[in-house]
Each structure stands twice: as structure tokens, then as C-alpha cells.
């Protein structure tokens, strides 16, 4: 697994997304996620070597319960397996 930074994040309003493309794939996310994508990838874009971010928004399907509940019990292994947490 690459070296990662995990974000954590207040969830906000679900009702209000907006697009945000990553590898060429469009997600719709709530605004909060967007806003701290967005300046995490300006910050990055000043530094010599990429940011990997781990969200749980995008790697875990909110609306599938059973997947949620499953990938829940891994969040403790992602948040301290990273370089570290952005909160």
C-alpha cells in the first residue's frame, strides 16, 4: 500500500454535492469533502512528491449497509496505518 494521508471530516449536508473528478471517474460529494479535496490538492501541487488521500466517503459506498458496517471495523487499521490524519 502507498504512503497515504487519512482526511476526516465533519459530514455536513448530503443533500449538497458537487462533481469532483479523480482518474477520470466523476463523484458526486458533499461540499465540505469538496472544499478540503480541493485546497488539499493546491497544497499539494506546491510540494516535490504526489498526496495520496484516503476519504472514507469515497472509499466506502454510503449507501450499501452491509459494506459500510464492513469496511467500519477496517477504519482503526487505515487511520493508524497512515503518515497521518488531517482533521
Given at each position: 500500500?502507498?504512503?497515504?494521508?487519512?482526511l476526516s471530516y465533519?459530514?455536513?449536508?448530503?443533500?449538497?454535492?458537487l462533481?469532483?473528478v479523480i482518474d477520470?471517474?466523476?463523484?458526486?460529494?458533499?461540499?465540505?469533502?469538496?472544499?478540503?479535496?480541493?485546497?488539499?490538492?493546491?497544497?499539494a501541487?506546491?510540494?516535490?512528491?504526489?498526496?495520496v488521500?484516503?476519504?472514507?466517503?469515497l472509499?466506502?459506498?454510503?449507501?450499501?449497509?452491509?459494506?459500510?458496517?464492513?469496511?467500519?471495523r477496517?477504519?482503526?487499521?487505515m487511520?493508524?496505518?497512515?503518515?497521518?490524519?488531517?482533521?
Amino acid at each position: 500500500m502507498p504512503e497515504y494521508v487519512a482526511l476526516s471530516y465533519v459530514w455536513g449536508d448530503a443533500s449538497k454535492t458537487l462533481p469532483y473528478v479523480i482518474d477520470s471517474e466523476e463523484f458526486r460529494i458533499i461540499e465540505n469533502l469538496h472544499s478540503a479535496l480541493r485546497r488539499l490538492k493546491a497544497k499539494a501541487q506546491t510540494d516535490s512528491a504526489p498526496l495520496v488521500i484516503w476519504a472514507d466517503a469515497l472509499y466506502i459506498n454510503q449507501f450499501l449497509i452491509e459494506e459500510k458496517n464492513q469496511q467500519v471495523r477496517l477504519m482503526e487499521k487505515m487511520y493508524s496505518s497512515c503518515r497521518y490524519v488531517l482533521v
